[in-house]
Structure formats: C-alpha cells, structure tokens
C-alpha cells in the first residue's frame, strides 16, 4: 500500500475531492497549500496578506514561501503514517526542493497520482463551485449539492465562492498550470512515480479505481 502521495492535476480536476475521499477511507493527512494560504488569508496573518495579494489574481505565491510551509508541515510527527500532497508542488524549483526534503525527513515519495480533464469541463466545475469556509470541503451547485443549500454536509460550515473562481483568474491559473505545473509530470514520469487517470468518470468511480490502485 503506498501512502506518500502527490496529487497532480489543473485547478478543476479534483484534486480537492478525492484528497477528502482517501483522506477518510485510508487515515491520511491531507495537505493542501491552497487550503493553508486560504487559513492564513482568514486569520489575517502576514503568509495571509502576502498570499492574498498573489492568489485573488490566480497567481502564484513565490516557491520559496511555499516551500518553506510545506517543510514544516510535512515534519509534523502526524505525518508519519502518509500523506496527501495536493496543490503541492506545482513549479520544478517546488519539486526538486520536495525531492529533498523528503529524504532528509525519511517520507520519500511513493506515488503521483495524475487527474486529467478537458478544459470545457475545468471551467464547468470551477464556475459552479462552492467551498466550506470552515473545512474546506468543495461542492457544485449542480453535480455535487450539499444536503441544505449553503450550508457543508461535513462540519455544518458555510458554503462560499472563492474570489479566484471567476473566469478571469482562471485563465491565469490555466496558464500557470499549463507554463509551470505540467511540465512536473515529465520530472515524475523519469522517476517512475506518475500514474495518471481519467477524472471525468464520476468522484466515487475514480475514488475507487485510485483506492484500488494504492492498495497494490
Ligand atoms: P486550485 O487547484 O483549484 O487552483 P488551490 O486551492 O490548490 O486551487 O490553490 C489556490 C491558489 O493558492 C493558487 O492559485 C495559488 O495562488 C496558491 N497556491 C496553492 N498552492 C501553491 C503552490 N504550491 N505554489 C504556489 N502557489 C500556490
Ligand atoms: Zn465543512
């Protein structure tokens, strides 16, 4: 069973999604950059104000601030039993310096697992979707609707629309992705690590295949 894991993916593919999934079924922590930044923008901090300035435009937020939360995330002694990586790393310099710090604290890399979706579909799922202010659970006013509207299934939190989910920044973050982020799956094809699988088959049927996968 492989439990140090990276999810891989453009914003809209569901990334977000499945981390909750395996999070719950295999006992994971569940690290997403975009989450801590949001947190960091709620509480008003320093990362927070910095952060905001890069994410509300759908840029991103410099490698070496990124790099420096996610070292000291992953030394966390609750790391030790696995994790999720999603939305982390997303540039080469993120990649490498992940490469070795996860030497360093003993917690290689085991598996990326790559989501593919079209674009038409991408901009489908972000324009429609709500996000739990408090944990951070995503929905879609259409396909994925909570149990009372506005309000999260999982903690009773309030649903809301990200300010980057518009289709202005969107565009920004499709190019990003496509300029810095994609060119990861090359780095970790030639590590032998990448797997990719078709996302547009439904959550609970990609849950599944992926959970079947991890378990070999
Ligand atoms: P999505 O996958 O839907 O684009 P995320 O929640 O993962 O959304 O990230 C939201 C934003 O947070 C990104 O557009 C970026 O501004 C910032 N961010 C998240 N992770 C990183 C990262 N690894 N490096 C730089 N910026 C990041
Ligand atoms: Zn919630």
């Not at 490698?63 to 997303?90: H, Q, Y």
């Amino acid at each position: 069973m492989k439990r140090n894991i990276i999810l891989m993916g453009p914003p809209g593919a569901g990334k977000g999604t499945l981390a909750k999934q395996l999070k719950e079924s295999l006992n994971l922590v569940h690290i997403s950059t975009g989450d801590m930044f949001r947190e960091a923008i709620k509480e008003g901090t320093k990362l927070g104000l910095l952060a905001a300035s890069y994410i509300n435009h759908g840029d991103l937020v410099p490698d070496e601030v990124t790099i420096g939360l996610v070292k000291e995330r992953l030394s966390k002694s609750d790391c030790a039993n696995g994790f999720l990586l999603d939305g982390f790393p997303r540039t080469l310099p993120q990649a490498v310096a992940l490469q070795e710090m996860s030497k360093e604290i003993s917690r290689d890399i085991e598996v990326v697992i790559n989501l593919e979706c079209d674009n038409a579909e991408l901009v489908r799922r972000i324009s429609g979707r709500r996000v739990c202010r408090n944990c951070g659970a995503p929905y879609h006013v259409e396909t994925m609707k909570p149990k009372v509207e506005g309000v999260c299934d999982l903690c009773g939190g309030e649903l809301y629309q990200r300010k980057d989910d518009n289709e202005e920044a969107l565009k920004v973050r499709l190019g990003h992705y496509v300029a810095e982020t994609k060119p990861l799956l090359e780095f970790y094809e030639k590590l032998n690590l990448l797997s990719s699988f078709d996302s547009l088959v439904g959550k609970e049927a990609l849950f599944e295949t992926v959970k079947k996968y991890l378990d070999k």
